[in-house]
Each structure stands twice: as C-alpha cells, then as structure tokens.
C-alpha cells in the first residue's frame, strides 16, 4: 500500500485516506485480517467495541510485526457509554484490550 494518499490534518497528524475495517470479523478472523493487511502495507485499522474483536485486532497488530508507531489505531465509544466518566472507562478498556498503549484515534460510534 506505499503510495496510499493520506490526509493531513490541521495538527499535522497524517492519517492514511486507505484502512481496514474490521466489521463483522470475531476476533479469530480479526486477527487473521489485520495482520495480513498490515503485512501488505496497510496502516489503518479500524474497529469498535461493538464489533466484539478489539482483542483480536490487537493480536493482529502485534502478530503482524510492524512497529505500532507506524499504525493508525482507531476505535470507538458506544452511544450508551455517553457521559465523561463512562467515555474515560470505555476508552480504558479498549485499549486493555487492544494491547496498545495508545489509540490514534478515539470515535463516538453514534451520537
């Protein structure tokens, strides 16, 4: 995926314009996925506590032996964690179960 377009934004963060979703996968097949895809030259990926694979996205990610500064990590909060506190807990959890030590990029998954 070398050459994939990528968008700047107004804080310089460079965001890859191509990812990999990683809805409707369990995280077997997350796993599988994400470290083919990061394998090829993906580097985004996105998933959702909702699409129940966080963990499997996770081992991808570590599986696929690309140093995680080089990928773009993207969840979400639920709708029904709305609030402050619920968001910070949500977000903790995510990323437990990620096995990250950061998310690149931390979505509201509905309003």
Avoid: C
Wanted: no cysteine.
């Amino acid at each position: 995926m070398s050459g994939t377009p990528v968008h700047t934004l107004n804080d310089g963060a460079r965001l890859p314009a191509v990812g990999l979703g990683t809805y409707p996968l369990d995280d077997a097949a997350a796993e599988e996925a994400v470290a083919g895809a990061l394998e090829l030259g993906y580097r985004l990926v996105d998933t959702a506590l909702n699409y129940g694979n966080e963990t499997g996205t996770g081992r991808g990610i570590i599986r696929s032996g690309v140093p995680r500064e080089e990928v773009v990590v993207t969840t979400k909060v639920p709708g029904r964690h709305q609030g402050y506190e619920e968001t910070l807990a949500s977000f903790e959890e995510s990323r437990a179960r990620l096995g990250v030590e950061y998310v690149d990029l931390y979505l509201i998954h509905w309003p």
